[in-house]
Structure formats: C-alpha cells, structure tokens
C-alpha cells in the first residue's frame, strides 16, 4: 500500500464541479429575485 502524501490529489475536477454549482447558485437565486420583483411590481 502506497504511502499518503498530503496535498499530492488532483482536485481540478472537484474545483470545477464547485465553480459550476456556485454559477447555478448566484444565477438561481438572481432569477428568483427578478421573478419576486416582477410579481411585486405586477400586484401593485
């Protein structure tokens, strides 16, 4: 069994899984705060 070496993984595919769940996060939650807009301004 090989020793483990602290550091030594390759993450970049794990990086870009995050940077991608964060850019469906920060567009999500801009649609949703259109849409509670629009209907804010449409039942006024």
Do not use: C, P, Y
Request: proline share 0%; no cysteine.
């Amino acid at each position: 069994m090989a020793e483990h070496k602290h550091g030594s993984m390759d993450i970049r595919a794990q990086e870009r899984t995050f940077a991608g769940f964060m850019r469906m996060m920060v567009w999500g939650a801009g649609i949703t705060i259109a849409i509670l807009i629009f209907l804010a301004l449409v039942n006024a």
